[in-house]
């Protein structure tokens, strides 16, 4: 591992009443780096995401955001160190009041004050980014879900963040569309050259996506590390989820690119 | 003892919500130095609250005055001559049933209008959405609406105070066997600037209960469809109890002391 340490999460606890989600996560992300967050539904990875943009406060532990805690830091401080991150949602998340164009300018509008041609303008070249150019006047309802996930991720990088954060983002999606986000995911990245977390129990994305990977399993990370370490491991927890990945993807498709 | 244990809940409940509500009208409170910014949200909100309410206010208020006519002549009827019926419809309109009404009426439509809207946008992660692009809730959703009906509620009461005393004249006219001339004279025997004033800031108080009791129970809303439902129910319920002591309250301090 080389190069300048982005966000630094240490020692991070959370529960929720008697479940305890979290149980002392400590990783680092290193710029431009692409690092995916792997493990079965229910580990925790959505909740780490949410802590480290502090959507979500631990029971203990700290996330330094450029070596500064981001729990201590006042509204004010927050809101700035958000502006570096763009996050696409699971679900989307997209404004259903707004049109397509209004959610993705929507940052831009209110953090430097864009209007008319210039905004526009911005709303094109990002929707043109992933694909859906034109369709800017569409409203969310009227789009699908692949398109929304598209729209979520044009938002997300709508004023060139830092630190792009994923969400499970092909979850829901047809093998197909699952095939086409991953690739846009990874050429965002080339074209941005932003830094990335991507949480996915998705081994086949993990594996095409990241360059390296941190597997989570009862709230504690069994194992971080290359792609490539992460299947030649014989750690057994790492083995398990393995197998399960590929018994969940059938034969055919775990001879599909990215699986070493 | 079941009963009294609901009972003692739903009080709990209540100073809950009560609560969390003057936490949300603080921080709504705090990000008024960006009014500028959101005008374009308020002049929004005061179209939805407002004029979108204006069929069911008229409705309600018509009636109102039709029926409080009724109601007067039968009580007058043996004790004081009719002169006094513009005078009591007038009092009772622009003091009590002009502000009241309207705001319980205005809790339904648009508290629970607000508690759904924010609520979906809970549940479906959009408020997530909104605070990780470092644009805070209580600026752009929560203060808006607040505005909004802070300066609405006055407005529509206006309205519906003019509505329902042409109900009650129309009605003493038609059916009453009272004459336009004399309503008019008995409205301007004991007319005191105040009783409208002390009306209008009521209005004022119940504007702000209704849309903080929608946006606090809105953002509080947890767990899908099921939890938007609740949401929705709990800000009308707390919107209408608080409506109601308030009044009390109100009433007391500004016609027992204040006008007194």
């Not at chain 2, 409170?29 to 500028?36: K, Q, V």
Request: aromatic content about 6%; some cysteine.
């Amino acid at each position: 591992m080389s190069g300048r340490v982005l966000i630094d999460v240490r020692d991070l606890w959370k529960s929720f009443g008697d479940n305890h989600v979290l149980r002392g996560i400590s990783l680092e992300l290193i710029e431009g780096d692409t690092l995916v967050v792997l493990g079965s539904s229910g580990c925790g990875k959505s909740v780490l995401l949410k802590h480290i943009i502090g959507l979500l406060v631990p029971d203990r532990g700290e996330v330094l955001f450029h070596g500064r805690n981001i729990f201590d830091m006042n509204a004010r401080e927050l809101g700035e160190a958000r502006q570096h991150f763009g996050m696409v949602f699971q679900g989307a998340a997209l404004f259903d009041s707004m049109t397509v164009g209004e959610n993705i300018g929507l940052p831009a509008v209110e953090h430097k004050g864009m209007r008319g041609q210039e905004l526009e303008a911005l709303v094109e070249e990002k929707l043109r980014l992933v694909g859906l150019e034109g369709l800017s006047r569409l409203r969310p309802a009227e789009i699908s879900g692949g398109m929304k996930k598209r729209v979520a991720l044009a938002r997300a990088i709508a004023l060139n963040p830092d630190i792009i954060l994923y969400d499970e983002p092909t979850t829901g999606l047809d093998p197909i569309m699952a095939e086409q986000i991953n690739k846009l995911i990874r050429d965002t990245q080339n074209k941005l050259s932003a830094t990335s977390i991507v949480v996915t129990h998705d081994l086949h994305s993990a594996c095409f996506i990241g360059d390296r990977v941190a597997l989570i399993e009862n709230g504690k990370i069994e194992f971080i590390g290359s792609t490539d370490e992460l299947m030649e491991t014989e750690d057994e927890a790492v083995q398990n989820f393995i197998a399960r990945g590929h018994a969940n993807r059938g034969p055919r498709e775990n001879d599909g690119a990215g699986l070493h | 003892m079941d009963l009294f244990a609901r009972i003692g809940q739903s009080a709990i409940n209540m100073f809950g919500i009560v609560g969390s509500a003057g936490i949300v009208f603080w921080r709504a409170l705090i990000s008024l130095h960006r009014l500028p910014r959101s005008m374009k949200l308020v002049v929004e909100q005061m179209q939805r609250i407002g004029v979108e309410s204006l069929p069911l206010v008229l409705v309600t208020s018509v009636f109102t005055g039709a029926v409080a006519s009724v109601q007067v002549s039968y009580q007058l009827n043996e004790y004081l001559p009719k002169a006094y019926l513009g005078t009591a419809i007038f009092k009772f309109v622009v003091i009590e049933l002009g502000p009241v009404l309207t705001a319980l009426v205005i809790g339904g439509r648009v508290g629970a209008s607000i508690a759904a809207e924010l609520g979906t946008m809970r549940v479906t992660e959009q408020i997530d959405a909104m605070e990780a692009m470092a644009i805070d809730p209580h600026r752009y959703l929560v203060m808006p609406r607040i505005l909004g009906a802070l300066i609405m509620l006055p407005v529509l009461t206006v309205i519906a105070d003019t509505l329902a005393i042409g109900g009650g004249f129309v009605v003493s006219n038609v059916a009453l066997d009272v004459s336009g001339k004399v309503f008019v004279d008995g409205m301007r025997t004991l007319f005191y600037a105040g009783d409208v004033l002390g009306g209008l800031i009521k209005a004022c108080v119940f504007g702000l209960i209704i849309a903080l009791m929608g946006c606090t129970a809105g953002l509080a809303a947890r767990g899908g469809a099921v939890g938007v439902g609740r949401a929705a129910t709990r800000a009308v319920v707390a919107s209408c109890v608080l409506i109601l002591i308030s009044d009390y309250v109100l009433t007391t301090l500004i016609y027992g002391i204040i006008f007194s």
